[in-house]
């Protein structure tokens, strides 16, 4: 981002809302259990889950946020990243990924994440444009981290299909920053009100995340 000539928004992302979300993300990897230390099904299910979550919904949200824009400025940004997921059809490369470490969702592995799942849809289904762009960003930075564990547990699994992990883990990184600018623009386009949580959509995402990692623990306090 160019330092000199930032909008109060873009001041606001950058001094205090991008590091609070950076640090929401080291929590929730420093959360993650020692891949050496599960067993296979504990590592099978945490693939099922995420790919039972992800395959199926990430170009949904990611449309989501398309739709509840309001600034043309940021309509590019999501048009770019949801180009990429349809061409180069990111949702095989998930399932191939999956399949190939023994990990295909079971029925199970989608109804444990069923409620959490559903909390979410009808979250998006506001089309707050401030909240869901900010809460895709969140997704995105986590997504990039957790490539290094998903691969690892694949890896574990005895699986040698990375090109998932390997694509994520790279493209990502300009996604997030892509979704913080356009995070910043809607914050000046459609102010939230006072008092409004701006972090509620992260914080339901959070907790998807969880039960995806650990099914019937109980969540890290918010
Ligand atoms: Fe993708």
Not at 130 to 148: D, N, P, S, W
Request: some cysteine; proline content about 5%.
């Amino acid at each position: 981002m160019n330092t000199t000539f930032l909008t109060p928004q873009e001041r606001e992302v950058e001094s205090s809302i991008q590091p609070k979300i950076a640090n929401m993300i080291e929590e929730l990897f420093a959360s993650l259990p020692d891949p050496k230390k599960l067993t296979s099904s504990e590592r099978r299910g945490i693939i099922a889950r995420y790919t039972a979550v992800l395959e199926g919904n990430f170009i949904y949200w990611m449309t989501a946020a398309l739709l509840s824009v309001q600034s043309d400025e940021s309509r590019p940004i999501l048009l770019d990243n949801l180009n990429e997921e349809i061409r180069d059809c990111h949702p095989a490369m998930l399932r191939r990924f999956a399949i190939a470490a023994n990990a295909f969702p079971t029925d199970s592995d989608a109804l444990a994440v069923h409620d959490d799942l559903t909390r979410m849809r009808l979250f998006l289904g506001r089309m707050s444009s401030v909240h869901t762009v900010l809460t895709m960003a969140f997704f995105e930075g986590f997504i990039q981290r957790f490539m290094v564990y998903l691969a690892e547990l694949a890896a574990a699994q005895g699986s040698v299909e990375m090109e998932y992990t390997d694509v994520h883990g790279v493209c990502d990184i300009a996604h997030s920053e892509g979704l913080f600018r356009a995070f910043a623009v809607e914050m000046e386009h459609s102010p939230i009100e006072p008092g409004t949580d701006l972090f509620e959509g992260v914080d339901l995402l959070r907790t998807l995340i969880q039960t995806i990692v650990h099914p019937q623990a109980d969540k890290i306090a918010a």
